[in-house]
């Protein structure tokens, strides 16, 4: 090793010491198997998304059990949000944001649903009901039909009727 | 020092008055104090005996016992999800007490034990990593006094008419701290984040697993993972045992009980950050991240609640913000907008924290509108109502940051009204 390499690696090592010169360095390696566990993280792109499939009319009995007290027989409002309707209205002087007129990606219903509901009982649905869940969500706002079923393919393909109405504010 | 109105300068119209009256030292707690009367000596009835003990923690005075959080916001069928507001108008300074801290839950307060709760760091990293409190309060610390908002607050001034209600109330979810914890950057660092790594993806271990996507440039600026709030551990409703906290961003990023974060390529849409907290234009469209909080000012004193008793020299005092920096100045009207004077700003300006301001008014006893308007270092001025509404949509109630109004009654109660 020539002169100039040694002292280019040294210089190389004092970066790499001053980069990390704040940090004791004491987080703990995490398996792959652990991060399965607690990632709950769903892209746009589908990933993230687990093994299953399930259809619209699978997810009807689904909701009748899980979600209409709250949001109401099809979708249209209880005492919680009003997940289906309001197309069009994003523009007049009352606004319906429901997951048809308003949410731009599909996958987000998953993600969502997965994380947070049923309200009392998050983490009770299996992959297979969340799917359905989703499906029957997307059928009372139009976007598929009943018999569609919805999987880790599937589901990022679907096209939401609002998907071009945002722009970002945040300038990467 | 004794002052007197004759002492005062006006400053602008209906008595308000020159702002150097607060940066005559003693002058600013001398007002509305009465000179001590001579006599006889006396005692009052708690000095006659010694008083109680020490205890292990400390409690507010029992006569101050109505100042606690209000308005609380339930959402229907839940008894977690919703908010409560700070009590800004029994408050003074600039710090938030941690019990009166305002609250915003997607699914109630997770009861965590910090034994068993850890932060993992995965996705676009070299190597995952995970920490728990004992490995993060061995890192180098640092503090960030600085203020944390909802962007839902003050929204309700979006409303057609002025609903009458308390100032914390209206303006109460906003708050003050010192959070201290561990610069993100420094465990991003060790985690070893990839070229392709844009965003990350933090979620909380509440049972509403909350989540939220951030720019890495943010991150990697002035986000700390805290563990501290005014000095002793977070609150659980603050997101014991750590947080995420974003300084000057809409406070729904800041992740409470802080459990996961995925560096990732971009934004994963989490319902959050598209169907909850983007804003509604008048055209249909939406904007997405809409993250700083805009400049904004509210009067907390007087204010609704708090009666004027008698005419004459009066302190205005209230609180000031920015998520882009610093406060550079705030203006004062008693006259509803006519005219306008520098109000005094406390020693403490700190950037993307609370400031507190104050001017002096002698007020002549006629019903007045008293307003304030903030402008930050970087030229931004807080935005009058019409202006606000600009290209919003009526649906949308997040970001709401322009001038608000109290009017005075000649009954020396206030009310909210709209200029």
Redesign the interface.
Known sequence: MSMSSISGSAILLCIATT??A?????????S?S??EQ???????DGSGLPAGSGTAMEGQALFATHCI??HGEDGTGG??DRLAGGHGS??T???A?T?GS????A??LF??IR??MP?QS?GTLTPDEIYALTAYVLFINEIVDENAELDAEALPAVRMPNAD??????Q? | MKTSPDDFVPAAGNGLLDRRVFLRAGAAGSLGLLAASAGAQERPAWAKLPGEGMGPAGAPSKHEAHIRRGHLSLQTGTTGSGASRTPLEFLDGIITPSRLHFERHHSGIPDIDPRLHKLVIHGLVRRPLEFDVDALVRYPAVSRIQFLECSGNSGVLTAAEPVQASCGSIHGLVSASEWGGVPLSVLLDEAGVEPRGKWLVADGADAAMMSRSVPLEKAMDDAIVALYQNGEPLRPANGYPMRLFLPGWEGNISVKWLRTIKVTDGPAMTRDETSKYSDLREDGSARLFTFPMGVKSVITSPSPGLTMRQRGVYQIAGIAWSGAGRIARVQISVDGGNSWADAALDEHVLPKCLTRFRAAWNWDGGPSVIMSRALDETGAIQPDRGSWFDGQSRGNFYHYNAVHAWQVGADGESTHVYV
Not at chain 1, 22 to 30: C, I, N, Q, T
Not at chain 1, 38 to 44: A, G, K, N
Not at chain 1, 102 to 105: A, E, G, I, V
Request: hydrophobic fraction near 40%; include cysteine; aromatic fraction near 18%.
């Open positions: 980069a990390i704040e940090s004791p360095g004491l987080g703990e390696p995490v792959q652990e991060i607690l990632d709950f993280v769903v892209m746009p007290a709250c005492i919680n994003l523009a002087d009352a606004p944001k997951v308003y949410w731009p990606y996958t987000t993600d969502y994380r947070a309200y998050p109405g945002f722009t970002w504010d945040y990467p």
